[in-house]
């Protein structure tokens, strides 16, 4: 198969799994999650009422009964998109996907414009077979919006020197910050990381640098704010490695060196074989149990990568080996993607977390990309082991997810609640389902508002047995 030719498969596969994504929304997952629902009743607040679910006007962060407060760059992007396609899951779903899309093509533009054209198609073509991205994004949930604003930051930052690119890259790296808590701590420690690498590639000029810090200093403010406030810790507080609670459980001192263990076992955890290769994270909301957390084509990168290294070791006068010729951008890579695995280390639930850690995503797509481009160079005929393996890993993955996970995973998703609302038809039936229902706020005004068509106050006061 001749390099035109796998080019051409790569293409398609991109172009035809990726419009898998938004394929049977509205069934797969079979239910609704209660962060989905929370998102949904929440758009459809501000939208009626102008406030958030739990009334609060033209929030900054959509307040939330359970998990996180949803922030301004998902709910209000997310309103015009309900304006424009409907306030249900599945349409919120579909937001998701896209959002996820306009990510990929940040890593296209970014790869292109320093690898080139055939290499920027192998990243979105990892990025398409990726079961890190897949289960999670086709869910009406903000996370994998953090990854994508970092991506664009990236792109502006690396494009030029100029004040205007660094002042866009201060906008979006406050967006990741803003979308996802833990891009707030990997957000700043990738800054940090950037500053020591432009020093040592260009020096950037003082202004663009200025503009940079202005923007994103001045965008942040306001959240800031509420942490002083604590209205934003109340999540990191519950799941934090400094909970008293867990730290009076598990026997653990306060002490800096008992931390350090803590944060150090949970930071292997992410490097678990069987998390990584085999099955993935434990929840059903972030995986289809049947695959790692990374895909078949990832895995090839990283067996090219250690051949390489391999080689290098024994022949390092040999300056063609790519371990050596990309050594600056193989550095970088491999240090962001260690630095989004921090703030996942940092919770003591659920771990290994592929959520948590969703700020290494970008990284390992651009490594996977550079190494199948490695290997390309030195034999061509990895262009087309890269268009099958890629392909293969998609259709498997794409067969997996609609096939086997719809029934796998009913309980993570309420998938009964959702049967149930959907059928009831007597006046009588609705009044025992919020009966039943009215602890799980979320489901209960969901179903009631949609099925029902009350509005934000009238479906909140009917669940609340006003």
Not at 174 to 194: K, N
Not at 379 to 394: D, I, N
């Amino acid at each position: 198969m001749p390099r035109k030719v796998a080019v051409v498969c790569i293409i398609m596969t991109i172009i035809v799994f990726n419009g898998l994504r938004f394929w049977k929304l509205d069934s797969v997952p079979c239910g609704y999650h209660i962060n989905e629902l929370g998102s949904a009743v929440t758009l459809q607040c501000l939208s009626q009422e102008g406030c958030d679910a739990q009334s609060r006007p033209w929030p900054l962060f959509g307040a939330m009964t359970y998990g996180q407060d949803k922030p301004p760059t998902y709910i209000y992007p997310g309103l015009v998109w309900a304006k424009l396609f409907g306030f249900s899951v599945p349409s919120l779903r579909a937001f998701s996907a896209f959002v996820l899309l306009i990510g990929m093509a940040g890593l296209f533009l970014l790869t292109k414009r320093f690898w080139g054209l055939y290499p920027a198609l192998a990243v979105v073509l990892a990025a398409t077979c990726s079961p890190w991205s897949w289960v999670v994004n086709r869910q009406a949930l903000e996370s994998f919006f953090a990854p994508v604003f970092a991506i664009w930051a990236l792109y502006f930052f690396l494009r030029s020197v100029r004040w205007w690119d660094w002042a866009l890259a201060g906008l979006f790296f406050a967006g990741a910050m803003y979308a996802y808590p833990p891009a707030r701590l990997q957000i700043p420690l990738m800054i940090g990381m950037l500053g020591f690498y432009d020093w040592r590639r260009r020096s950037g000029p003082k202004s663009s640098w200025f503009a940079l810090g202005l923007v994103f200093v001045l965008l942040l403010l306001p959240m800031a704010v509420m942490y002083l406030h604590g209205s934003l810790n109340r999540r990191f507080d519950e799941i934090g490695i400094f909970n008293q609670d867990f730290l009076y459980v598990s026997g653990d001192s306060e002490t800096f060196a008992g931390l350090l263990a803590i944060f150090a076992h949970n930071y292997w955890l992410h490097f678990n074989p069987h998390f990584l290769f085999l099955t993935g994270d434990a929840s059903y909301l972030y995986s289809t149990r049947h695959l790692g957390l990374l895909s078949w084509l990832d895995s090839g990168a990283l067996l090219i990568f250690i051949v390489f290294l391999m080689l290098a070791f024994f022949r390092r006068s040999w300056n063609g080996n790519p371990v050596i010729k990309y050594r600056r951008w193989l550095l970088f890579l491999g240090v962001n993607y260690l630095i989004g695995i921090v703030p996942s280390a940092l919770t003591n639930q659920e771990l290994p977390n592929a959520l948590r850690m969703c700020g290494s995503w970008p990284f390992m797509m651009l490594f996977t990309g550079l190494m199948w481009l490695a290997a390309a160079e030195v034999f061509r005929p990895c262009w087309p082991a890269m268009a099958l393996l890629g392909l293969l890993a998609a259709a498997v993955l794409a067969w997996q997810y609609f096939s086997i996970y719809p029934q796998a995973s009913q309980d993570a998703f309420g998938c009964r609640a959702k049967k149930i609302a959907e059928e009831i038809q007597a006046p009588e039936d609705w009044v025992r389902f919020i009966a039943v229902m009215h602890k799980q706020q979320y489901h209960c005004r969901y179903f009631v508002w949609q099925r029902l068509g009350l509005n934000c106050r009238q479906a909140k006061q009917v669940c609340e047995g006003r």
